[in-house]
Every structure is written in structure tokens, then in C-alpha cells.
């Protein structure tokens, strides 16, 4: 069974920083690239971040700069450091798995930034 479990959300200031952890099982999890999304309050769901399984990465404009997505392989975990938090941040921020047709997503973790 595969599972991709999100932690580290939570309030934060404006200009603050927060690091968002996403560990998975049940997938090789080498070969999947993994990534991050984010949904606010009546926007549709966005792509934040993403990393290959070879390491590279790519970003949203609105995050390039302030956010890094990084991956730990032998533990199986994939991380979001988010400096420089603007209110705009704020949303759910979900972990992505995709490997070919194969998509997985776990179920969020609340960031709140404070203005």
C-alpha cells in the first residue's frame, strides 16, 4: 500500500521559514520524481515544486528563490524548505509521487502564514 505522509505545516510570520517533510513507503521510491503542491482556499490546486529521480528541479515562479525542494533516498522522504513566507503562502501543501501513468498524493499538511 502505498502512503506519502506530509509534516512540519503550521503557523508561521510573514518572513519567516517552515520545512515540509513527505515520507513515503510502498513505492520504489528512487525512481518516482516527487513534488509539491499547494491548494488555498478557493484557488485550484498549483504546482509548487519538483524533483526528478535524478535530482533535478523545477519551481513555480512564485516560489523560485525562496523555496528548495530536496530528497533523501535511503529515507525515502522528500523535503520543502520554505523561507521568506509570504501570506500568499498560505495553503494546503500536498506530496506528489509520479512515475509514467502512476500518480499518488498524500492527504496535506496546513501551513498558515500570519501577516
Known amino acids: 500500500q502505498v502512503q506519502l505522509v506530509e509534516s512540519g505545516g503550521g503557523l508561521v510570520q510573514a518572513g519567516g521559514s517552515l520545512r515540509l517533510s513527505c515520507a513515503a513507503s510502498g513505492i520504489g521510491f528512487n525512481i518516482f520524481a516527487m513534488g509539491w503542491h499547494r491548494q488555498a482556499p478557493g484557488k485550484p490546486r498549483e504546482l509548487v515544486a519538483v524533483?526528478?529521480?535524478?535530482?533535478?528541479?523545477n519551481y513555480a515562479d512564485a516560489v523560485k528563490g525562496r523555496f528548495t525542494i530536496s530528497r533523501d533516498n535511503a529515507k525515502k522522504t522528500v523535503y520543502l524548505q520554505m523561507n521568506s513566507l509570504k501570506p500568499e503562502d498560505a495553503a494546503v501543501y500536498y506530496c506528489?509521487?509520479?512515475?509514467?501513468?502512476?500518480?499518488?498524493w498524500g492527504s496535506g499538511t496546513l501551513v498558515t502564514v500570519a501577516s
Open positions: 524533483i526528478a529521480a535524478g535530482g533535478s528541479t
Open positions: 506528489n509521487a509520479a512515475l509514467g501513468h502512476s500518480r499518488y
